[in-house]
């Protein structure tokens, strides 16, 4: 597993935590009644939170990864030299085409997801349901888009990936 | 109008005639990382030009004879 789908991979769990957390704790509050549906405020306070949540434990997760990265070189080429060790992980990290095209094509799948989501919600406002429902279902469709992004872009690391396919 | 077109290579055989270079030395040369070789050389990426041009550059040949076409399926 190259370095890329290793970070896939961490980026995928560091989601799925995300989304069952936020799942967990938005539905214990929806049913304990604590927060009116129709508080719409509080909601976006609980989102809004939650995604500064998310933001720092990426940053987090990235920090321990890289560091995860660097004793795993080092352990593997049975070095201390810090020079060879950089120059390892410099040759690990590169971003190349390959990796720019199946970032491009794997967010426009996550685009796709979310604007289904924001779709979805409209059309649900249209026929009466509750704002909360329908601000939740925009919330989890981005995060969700988010997850599918990553499953698609190990499945063409996996699979390949051709230009202009 | 030509059918699908299957873009082939012979990287393999030009890094053994390089004494065996490396997927990870090709890499570095080429300016790209070792997974990329490693889907070029099994067919699963087609490279830019750019990138072609440059693994041409690292074994000192024409692109033709480091990537060539072959033509799948009906003609129509």
Known sequence: ?165 | MAGNIQITNNIRKLRFFADEMTQQSLAEKAGVSRQTIIAIESGKYNPSLDLAFRIALVFGVKIGEVFDYEITGENK
């Open chain 1, 1 to 165: 597993m190259c370095y890329q789908e290793k970070r896939t991979v961490m980026n995928l769990l560091n989601g799925i935590v995300f989304l069952a957390v936020y799942c967990v704790y938005a539905w214990s509050k929806y049913q304990s009644g604590v927060i009116e549906p129709g508080d719409l405020k509080s909601w976006a306070l609980i989102m809004l939170v939650f995604i500064g949540i998310g933001i720092v434990a990426t940053i987090i997760m990235q920090i321990l990864f890289q560091i995860f990265i660097a004793i795993s070189i080092a352990i593997e080429e049975r070095t201390e030299d810090e020079k060879k060790i950089n120059k390892t992980i410099a040759a690990n990290m590169v971003e190349d085409e390959m990796d720019k095209l199946i970032e491009l094509k794997s967010s426009k799948v996550s685009f796709i997801f979310a604007g289904i989501g924001f779709f979805a919600g409209l059309i649900a406002l249209v026929f009466n349901v509750p704002e909360v429902i329908v601000l939740n279902c925009m919330f989890l469709s981005f995060a969700a888009g988010s997850l599918l992004e990553g499953i698609y872009s190990m499945y063409l690391y996996r699979n390949g990936v051709k230009n202009g396919w």
